[in-house]
């Protein structure tokens, strides 16, 4: 079931003076669907951020069609399952912590009885159970990250969008919020995830779109996107020797220090090449296929969009 | 809008603000028991009951005039002091907590506007009460038409937060809020002067504008006016001002939210 689609989705910001237009989104297509983390990543400008505020009906898009749980996200109604840590956030500075989620909790429509109990539980999941009434002009980066949080989850909600959750936080406090995200999916709610920290998005998401210019480069799962299909390691007792292979099967492209790294040009052709070492009485301790982190491959996606006649994506590309 | 007004009351137990109010609130007590011997002293005067009468009745005035230009002060400070509320709320980074809720946008910011009105009036009301009380107490003077001009000062700060909500959404500049409220006051204290600038000039464009600008703005001067002379059990003559001030607030507080309703943030 899918939580949000997008189709389409255009946004053009209309600026004075001789700047022109600036199209923040450019015919984007995508669905997100129930249970899962999705990870929205790309350059400064890409477009993460105005995404993220049309789906909530911060920014109306210029044309496309949006659906966020089941209503266009103009109907106030769309947000009532939804939850939304903005980035570069300025909580009314005059509001403790507790009274931040106790306005949160008001303004979704909670019942007056439930919103402090509430707000204690949420205020010890991230952490600031001692700083509850200590008001938040006086928090730190971290503090403040760890709080928008708890207002974000303060309606329980369906869908969680996190833009630049980890923010300013220290390393223990990322483990924090990754273990929260972790338990909100475990419930079968769905993250929407904005971060730069590609690491952070790696080890929590299950799907990302890449962003660049307004446009969605690529769409697949994690595992995808840092797999390299056709090359393998392969641990065997090589040495520094050199295995002929034909061209129509593929090459060997490296010798390592526990084996040597080859790449194909059809999956099969793995076959061969186990024949060929198997032959030659060369034991083989495992074969793997070569994985890149996260980053390494958003850099590689980037560096070859910006690059004349670079590929517009593969799979599950828009 | 549930949570907001109680947000504008901590906003507003959390500023400077509150601490200006008291201290004209005290300046005030002070300037009633100032000129308590004078009041008792006029009282004392051994004159003839139709003089004491006008005694009565130019003490009566004294009440509603000291306390229609003492909640006048009040109205500006409040004026001036929420010209930045809505600016705020809506600025950057603040924006998207309020937005992001399952409220409509007409309930969020009519509820903000709601807020401001009901409490900074609130506290306007009370801070006359306790000027009025003790009026009553130290002059032994009380009328129930003096109400009429607390009602003066709620209508004043209606109008004048339909002006800077309005400036406040469409620029999103504190700035430009408070200098939008000084403009129309400025303006609309010239066009009392309309009779004398039609004997004066000829031009009939000059005349249209003025009329036109006379007909449409808010009319402070004549409505602080017609609440005190209601207060002072006089006929008004020309309810104009009443409503067409109200006619501007309200026209002004739809484009508001038509606005509101169209802006990204």
């Known amino acids: 079931m899918n939580i949000v689609t997008l189709e389409q989705l255009v946004k053009i910001y209309h600026t004075r003076m001789r700047r022109g237009n600036i199209t923040a989104l450019n015919e984007v297509s995508l669905d997100i669907e129930q249970g899962e983390i999705f990870g929205l990543l790309g350059p400064n400008g890409a477009g993460k951020t105005t995404l993220m505020k049309i789906l909530l009906g911060i920014t109306r898009p210029t044309t496309g069609q949006v659906v966020v749980m089941g209503l266009p996200p103009g109907d106030a109604g769309s947000r009532e399952k939804v939850g939304y840590l903005p980035e570069n956030h300025r909580f009314p500075s005059h509001l403790t912590g507790m009274g931040l989620l106790q306005l949160a909790g008001r303004m979704c429509g909670m019942p007056t009885s439930a919103i402090k109990g509430r707000a204690e539980e949420l205020l010890a999941v991230v952490g600031m159970d001692k700083w509850g009434d200590t008001k938040i002009r006086k928090y730190s980066k971290g503090m403040m990250q760890r709080i928008g949080l708890a207002q974000a989850l303060i309606n329980d909600p369906d869908l969680l969008c996190l833009d630049e959750p980890t923010d300013g936080v220290d390393p223990v406090g990322k483990v924090e919020i990754r273990q929260v995200l972790e338990k909100v999916r475990a419930q079968g709610k769905t993250v929407l995830l904005n971060s730069h920290l590609l690491s952070e998005v790696e080890s929590v998401a299950d799907r990302v779109a890449i962003l660049s210019k307004g446009r969605v480069k690529r769409l697949d799962s994690v595992s995808n996107l840092t797999s390299r299909q056709l090359e393998y390691e392969i641990e065997a007792d090589v040495g520094d020797r050199f295995i002929e292979i034909p061209e129509e099967i593929g090459k060997q492209i490296a010798v390592t220090a526990n084996g040597m790294r080859v790449e194909l040009k059809k999956k099969e052709g793995i076959n061969y090449i186990i024949d060929e070492l198997r032959q030659r009485r060369i034991n083989i301790y495992s074969i793997q296929p070569v994985r890149l982190s996260l980053e390494q491959s958003f850099f590689e996606l980037v560096q070859d969009q910006s690059t004349p006649g670079g590929t517009q994506g593969t799979g599950g590309a828009v | ?265």
Do not use: C
């Not at chain 2, 300037?31 to 009566?60: C, H, K, Y």
């Open chain 2, 1 to 265: 809008m549930r949570g907001l007004a109680a947000d504008t009351y901590r906003e507003l137990v959390d500023r400077k603000l509150l601490w200006l109010y008291g201290i004209v609130t005290v300046i005030m007590l002070l300037s009633v028991f100032a000129v308590q011997s004078t009041v008792d002293n006029m009282r004392l005067a051994d004159a003839p009951p139709e003089m004491q009468e006008q005694i009565g009745d130019a003490l009566g005035q004294y009440v509603i005039g000291g306390l229609y230009w003492f909640l006048g002060i009040l109205v500006f400070l409040t004026v001036m002091g929420t010209a930045g509320l809505i600016p705020s709320m809506f600025s950057r980074g603040r924006a998207e907590f309020y937005l992001s809720k399952p409220a409509s946008r007409t309930s969020i910011l009519l509820g903000k506007l709601a807020g401001i009105w009901s409490v900074y009036g609130g506290l306007m009301v009370l801070a006359g009460l306790l000027v009025l009380g003790t009026m009553v107490v130290a002059y032994d003077l009380f009328s129930a038409t003096v109400f009429f001009v607390f009602v003066a000062a709620l209508v004043d700060l209606f109008i004048w937060l339909s002006v800077t909500g309005f400036v406040g959404v469409l620029s999103g500049s504190f700035a430009m809020s408070i200098m939008a409220a000084f403009a129309l006051w400025i303006i609309q204290w010239l066009l009392t002067f309309r009779e004398a600038v039609e004997q004066l000039v000829d031009n009939s464009l000059v005349l249209r504008v003025v009329d036109t600008l006379y007909y449409m703005l808010p009319k402070f001067s004549q409505l602080g006016d017609l609440f005190l002379a209601m207060g002072q059990h006089k006929p008004v003559d020309d309810w104009l001002p009443l409503w067409s001030s109200l006619a501007f607030a309200v026209v002004l507080y739809i484009a508001t939210v038509w606005l509101f309703k169209r802006k990204d943030y």
